[in-house]
């Protein structure tokens, strides 16, 4: 079993940055990929980026390439999400999550997922 507990994000203005990190518990996420999706109101959640075990491979959303960039500390057992450029449609709250598969895009490919962390970007 893993737990995944998120933590950063919070309001800023367009235009800013903020950090969000995904620190897991009870196992090593060693062999896992890991995940960061996001969930809008009234929207369904979509997938932001990926990042594989080494962190030589990552993947991500067209809306956010260039902008985002995930990493991992696999000595802390923690991943990362480093936002910049930041728009009012990035506002929702952000889940990390961590799969077995390679460095999947789709969220029923993950197994353990965080309880959400709120970003909130004012225009």
């Known amino acids: 079993q893993v737990q995944l507990v998120e933590s950063g994000g919070g309001l800023v203005q367009a235009g800013g940055s903020l950090g969000l990190s995904c620190a897991a518990s009870?196992?090593?996420?060693?062999?896992?990929?890991m995940g960061w999706f996001r969930q809008a109101p009234g929207k369904e959640r979509e997938f932001v980026a990926a990042?594989?075990?080494?962190?030589?491979?990552?993947r991500y959303a067209d809306s956010v390439k260039g902008r985002f960039t995930i990493s991992r500390d696999n000595a802390k057992n923690t991943v990362y999400l480093q936002m910049n450029s930041l728009k009012p449609e990035d506002t929702a709250v952000y889940y990390c999550?961590?799969?077995?598969?390679?460095?999947?895009?789709?969220?029923?490919?993950?197994?353990?997922w965080g309880q959400g962390n709120q970003v909130t970007v004012s225009s």
């Open positions: 009870g196992r090593t996420l060693r062999g896992y990929a």
């Open positions: 999550a961590s799969s077995p598969q390679l460095v999947p895009t789709q969220g029923y490919l993950y197994s353990y």
């Open positions: 990042i594989n075990w080494s962190g030589g491979s990552t």
